[in-house]
């Protein structure tokens, strides 16, 4: 009768350690579930910050380009800034020679005029 009751109290142990078991079991199949969702979201997020990476990529050439272009714009409104202040140089060199010659066919205007009168008068 002893060996029997070691026996029983040997099955009772071993039942809750089965229990244990099945629960352990069971906590690792949930685990194991979740740890399958996580990496599912995970993937998802990455997939999310590779778009990311490729549309900031995609802005960063776009801002380059752009940024080509005002320099360019940039640099060809001061070649236009520089050719309409030679322009106004030159028109102002014009105008003063301009000036010199209206002077000039004024004064000889006068001589012709003086000689006219000289030859008239004797």
């Known amino acids: 009768?002893?060996?029997?009751?070691?026996?029983?109290e040997?099955?009772?142990?071993?039942?809750?350690?089965?229990?244990?078991?099945?629960k352990v079991a069971g906590e690792c199949a949930?685990?194991?579930?979740?740890?399958?969702?996580?990496?599912?979201?995970?993937?998802a997020v990455q997939q999310q910050?590779?778009?990311?990476?490729d549309r900031k990529a995609k802005l960063s050439v776009q801002e380059a380009e752009y940024c080509g272009k005002v320099s360019e714009a940039e640099v060809r409104s001061d070649k236009a800034a520089e050719m309409a202040l030679d322009m106004n140089q030159e028109l102002?060199?014009?105008m003063d020679q301009k000036d010199e010659l209206e002077e000039?066919?004024?004064?000889?205007?006068?001589?012709?005029?003086?000689?006219?009168e000289e030859a008239a008068r004797g």
Request: hydrophobic residues 35%.
């Open 1 to 8: 009768m002893l060996r029997s009751l070691v026996g029983s």
């Open 10 to 22: 040997m099955c009772i142990r071993d039942r809750e350690c089965a229990m244990d078991s099945v």
């Open 30 to 43: 949930k685990m194991q579930s979740e740890l399958v969702a996580l990496q599912q979201r995970l993937r």
């Open 49 to 53: 910050i590779g778009g990311e990476q």
């Open 92 to 94: 102002d060199s014009v």
């Open 104 to 116: 000039k066919k004024e004064q000889l205007e006068q001589e012709r005029d003086r000689l006219m």
